[in-house]
């Protein structure tokens, strides 16, 4: 069965910048829409953006312009979300989560364990 | 943007029923996603595209969606169904595809 699986826990400073991965097994990840969803400590999900792969469409929420890039490797299946110029306001659980089905937005209905970002000086 | 709006709170007993409503501007005419979220656990997709259940998801959990308003209704509530539950919708065409409502919290009593 399809499991998404992320990377460990990270402890960032603040202004500088963090990758989390997301690699994917029993599927073929690159063949559906990814989304990145954050969960501060307390408060609900945010939606960061998503990776299209058909039509190579990359969307991101406004609020992360400028600061996000998300990627995909065919090769090993994996998904990157880096995040830049980190605030302490960052600090949050990271999901990636892919579509149930191969239509880009669908529900989504696999996610990654999730990745504890800290910013702390 | 587009924004859902859930109430904070639902309190049921067990056996009962729960509705969770979501309301958003004419998402009658999107399709709706629920995730339930247990403490310390990633989202899980309960209810897809209005009314369509994942595999494995009991068919106590329904969904419906019309007007200003979609709702999620868990019939024969267990405790094990206390969470905090997310509707979501895709607002096509925005500079904010994805968006979440802000989550409601059910309490088994």
């Known amino acids: 069965q399809v499991q998404l699986v992320q990377s460990g826990a990270e402890v960032k400073a603040p202004g500088s910048s963090v990758r989390v991965s997301c690699k994917a097994s029993g599927d073929t990840l690159t063949n559906y829409a990814i989304s990145w969803v954050r969960q501060a400590p307390g408060q609900g999900l945010e939606w960061m953006g998503r990776?299209?792969?058909?039509?190579?469409?990359?969307n991101y929420a406004q609020k992360f312009q400028g600061r996000v890039t998300f990627t995909a490797d065919k090769s090993t299946n994996t998904a990157y979300m880096e995040l830049t110029s980190l605030k302490s306001e960052d600090t949050a659980i990271y999901y990636c989560a892919r579509v149930l089905t191969t239509y880009y937005e669908s529900g989504l209905g696999y996610w990654g364990q999730g990745t504890q970002v800290t910013v702390s000086s | 943007s587009y924004v859902l709006t859930q109430p904070p709170s639902v309190s049921v007993a067990p056996g009962k029923t729960a509705k969770i409503t979501c309301g958003g501007n004419n998402i009658g005419t999107k399709s709706v996603h629920w995730y339930q979220q247990k403490p310390g656990r990633a989202p899980l997709l309960v209810v897809y595209?209005?009314?369509d259940r994942p595999s494995g998801i009991p068919e106590r959990f329904s969904g419906s969606n019309s007007g200003n308003t979609a709702t999620l209704t868990i019939n024969r509530v267990e405790a094990g169904d206390g969470a905090d539950y997310y509707c979501?919708?895709?607002?096509?065409?925005?500079?904010?595809?994805?968006?979440f409502g802000g989550g409601t919290k059910v309490t088994v009593l």
């Open positions: 979501q919708v895709w607002d096509s065409g925005s500079d904010h595809p994805g968006v």
């Open positions: 990776i299209i792969p058909v039509p190579a469409i990359i």
């Open positions: 595209d209005d009314r």
